[in-house]
């Protein structure tokens, strides 16, 4: 596996935040990326660079209107699954890039699901001008969202992604120390 850049963007163009992280596969539909906890990122919220709590396994589509990041390792106890609704994303053999809408989902350790930063949506939609297509699309979006996580079929079926996730930790290891 070859390291890439992530990088995310508000949709002005502001940095949301970057960091490094292990191409698992690509296909023409999405990326698959992988990070152990402890890696470092960027955060535009606290303007610094932060310690990744948690191992991941992240989805990105090139055609949908959202990632899903599960998290395989974990360290923080927040939840199982994060979900980004966010424009689709773009990928070069170096970089993945992605515009960040706000509104997100998260898949709560208890089962529970929450959509969460529905005000900062609300906000940026008017400082940002998000267009009525955009808001359009952030609605479909929602309920493909929400759809997936009640039926539990990929990209949100957690328990297969956390599977794959070890298998992948797993295989990083052995090649370390074979």
Not at 62 to 68: A, G, I, L, S, T
Not at 70 to 97: D, K, R
Request: proline share 3%; net charge negative.
């Amino acid at each position: 596996m070859k390291k890439v850049r992530v990088v995310s963007r508000k949709y002005d163009g502001s940095l949301r935040d970057a960091y490094e992280a292990w191409l698992y596969a690509e296909t023409a539909e999405s990326v698959t990326l992988f990070s152990l906890p402890g890696g470092k990122a960027w955060d535009y919220r606290q303007r610094a660079w932060v310690t990744a709590a948690d191992g991941l396994l992240e989805i990105y589509f090139k055609n949908r209107w959202y990632n899903v990041w599960h998290i395989g390792e974990q360290v923080s106890g927040a939840n199982l699954i994060y979900v980004n609704v966010a424009m689709p994303a773009s990928f070069t053999p170096t970089t993945l890039t992605w515009i960040d809408l706000d509104l997100d989902y998260r898949l709560h350790l208890d089962g529970s699901v929450e959509q969460v930063d529905q005000a900062d949506f609300q906000q940026n939609a008017q400082r940002m001008g998000y267009p009525a297509s955009l808001i359009q699309q952030v609605e479909a979006a929602c309920r493909e969202v929400e759809a997936g996580l009640a039926s539990q079929r990929y990209p949100f079926d957690h328990a297969r992604q956390a599977a794959l996730y070890c298998q992948i930790k797993a295989e990083r290891q052995a090649g370390e120390d074979g």
